[in-house]
């Protein structure tokens, strides 16, 4: 039996220009957290031949090919010499709600074949082929931030640059600064889960297509990234509140489906009872409300009013691991 734990993240920054079709002409960077709540990964080797995946839905199969789930029979395609395995998915939050979950999916399973054929695969070697099964086997509009700081954990800065290469960069922060964020930002989930590949879809043919609109305001999300990274490192979270704001306002601009009435009557509510800014997590049209807050407990009571569940977490610095090998 082996299980391995992979954290779900929070994009401080920049997220959006983690996609091919953005950092290979202009180069991307985004910031990202990693966060304390997870994707489980358990794999079992059974007595009877086959395959049985459990996950949001069941299958037992005789052959890898007649795996339904793309994710589960490409990493089994490539990795497995056998014919007899038991694999189950379980994660601390629905998946389609912003925080990354089939790219932080695709790194636990890699992290949990790795450990049953007992080989050592470094950080970056996990991520990279997360992202290539992800984009270029199952040619997935997605990019690569998620893999990679699910591999990394902590809060990290990834360079994605112009040849496919990523420059990985630990933040800089203070332990007050760290405190200071896990007891101020707020995290609210709006209710609504959308495909993230539907957003983002629309983003990699505008982009592909040079639209002027699309890559300037790309071009801006990249730049509250890096101002983002260098906020936090000297330890001014005001300041970063404000670069949330503005990173809403920018990201509306991005896609009509980035928001809707609820979710703006929400972030209307939260900013008049105490946040400083705040913006969906993920691509947008749902998921998680992400807040810094001058007043944490004000913004609590507010969205508890709207019904309105809070996920509290704390930052991971583990990244991708192996809990149980037996």
């Known amino acids: 039996m082996i299980i391995t734990r992979t954290p779900l993240r929070i994009s401080i920054g920049g997220g959006g220009t983690d996609l091919p079709s953005y950092y290979t002409r202009f180069g991307g960077c985004v910031v990202s957290a990693a966060i304390s709540q997870y994707v489980f990964v358990s ?33 089994l395609r490539r ?22 979950s089939s790219g932080t999916f695709t ?42 700081i699910a591999a990394y954990g902590g ?14 960069q630990r933040l800089a922060i203070s332990t007050d600064t ?6 101020n930002l707020l995290m609210f989930f709006t209710g609504y889960s959308r495909n993230a590949i539907e957003v ?17 305001n790309l071009h801006h999300t990249k730049q509250l990234g890096l101002a983002a ?6 330890g001014d979270t005001a300041a970063y509140a404000g670069i949330l704001r503005e990173h809403w306002e920018i990201k509306r601009g991005r896609s009509k489906g980035m928001s809707n009435d609820c979710i703006d009557q929400w972030h209307s509510v939260a900013m008049a009872n105490g ?45 991708s691991t192996v809990l149980v090998r037996d």
């Open 155 to 168: 809060l990290t800065c990834f360079d994605f640059r112009l040849d496919g290469s990523v420059g990985v």
């Open 275 to 319: 946040a400083l800014g705040g913006k969906l997590v993920g691509a947008g049209g749902g998921g998680y409300l992400l807040f810094y807050a001058e007043h944490p407990m004000r913004v609590r009571r507010a969205m508890a009013e709207q019904g309105l569940r809070e996920l509290r977490f704390r930052f991971d610095h583990d990244g």
């Open 107 to 148: 790194v636990g399973l890699l992290k949990a074949v790795y450990a049953d054929k007992h080989e050592f695969v470094s950080a970056s070697a996990l991520a990279e082929e997360a992202c290539d099964i992800e984009i270029n086997v199952l040619g997935q509009a997605v990019g690569k931030q998620d893999q990679y």
């Open 200 to 216: 983002l879809s629309d983003q990699k043919q505008r982009s592909i297509e040079g639209d002027k609109v699309i890559l300037d």
């Open 43 to 75: 794999l079992n080797r059974m007595f009877r031949k086959g395959y049985l995946l459990k996950y949001s839905a069941l299958e037992h199969v005789n052959t890898i090919d007649e795996i339904q789930h793309p994710i589960f029979r490409e990493v």
């Open 229 to 234: 990274k260098e906020a936090l490192e000297r």
């Open 178 to 183: 760290l405190i200071d964020l896990e007891q």
């Open 79 to 100: 990795h497995n010499g056998q014919d007899s395995l038991e694999l189950t998915s379980i994660a601390d939050v629905p998946a389609g709600t912003g925080l990354g």
